[in-house]
């Protein structure tokens, strides 16, 4: 596996990876990552082509989920719910904030 710096300035000159890339920059399994595209955690460009490819911002997912499954030792479909929570709760974070960005100063 590589470094942290190591994969984010490749992720910055790619807009595409593959399933192997996410593999060797995550650390889980091929089976692993298919079970995060099966239950929908994890979204390639194109779910009929092969060899599947993935946003490059897909990195983040995957390391999240790397992580989670080393600190709590999820199952699969687990790993899944919690990577699409946390996607769900950055989606919501991400719309107060435009939100607030709206409101006058003084409700801030």
């Known amino acids: 596996m590589t470094t942290e ?18 593999q060797d920059y995550s650390g889980l399994s091929a089976h692993e990552l298919q079970e995060l595209v099966d239950c929908g955690a994890l979204q390639p460009l194109d779910e009929t082509a ?43 974070e991400a719309q107060l904030e435009q939100v607030r960005a709206q409101l006058p100063r003084s409700f801030r």
Not at 9 to 19: A, N, Q, T
């Open 50 to 92: 092969a060899p599947l490819a993935f946003a490059s911002h897909c990195l983040l997912t995957v390391r999240t989920a790397t992580r989670l499954r080393h600190s709590f030792e999820l199952e699969p479909h687990g790993l899944a719910l919690a990577v699409n929570l946390l996607e769900r709760i950055r989606d919501l």
């Open 5 to 22: 710096s190591e994969a984010s300035s490749w992720v910055g000159e790619c807009r595409e990876l593959s399933i192997t890339q996410l």
